[in-house]
């Protein structure tokens, strides 16, 4: 079955950077759009960045210039760096392929 294994995460101080990775297996990967979310306490999970098969992307304006969505194909691998941390990216991030599968989540924690 799918499944997608995430890593990164942790906590940071504010301005620093991190690099989460969603590993994808039993899937053909390629075709698919992944896409990072984050579910801060109490607000619904939004949509952070999202990569098409093609290598198109976008972004939620709220991380735009600071984070950056890539996919290596190979390695069935699709990534999110994340630059100049302010407080409020403080989140559990997701990824997801497609509309059916999720990572089972990582915490990520900016402080001040």
């Known amino acids: 079955q799918v499944q997608l294994v995430q890593s990164g995460g942790g906590l940071v101080q504010a301005g620093g950077s991190l690099r989460l990775s969603c590993a994808a297996s039993?899937?053909?990967?390629?075709?698919?759009?992944m896409g990072w979310y984050r579910q801060a306490p109490g607000k619904q999970r939004e949509l952070v960045a999202a990569?098409?098969?093609?290598?198109?992307?976008n972004y939620a304006d709220s991380v735009k210039g600071r984070f950056t969505i890539s996919r290596d194909n190979a390695k069935k691998t699709v990534y999110l760096e994340m630059n100049s941390l302010k407080l409020e990216d403080t989140a559990v991030y997701y990824c997801?392929?497609?509309?059916?599968?999720w990572g089972q989540g990582t915490q990520v924690t900016v402080s001040s």
């Open positions: 997801r392929e497609g509309q059916n599968y």
């Open positions: 039993g899937t053909i990967f390629s075709i698919y759009t």
């Open positions: 990569i098409t098969s093609g290598g198109s992307t």
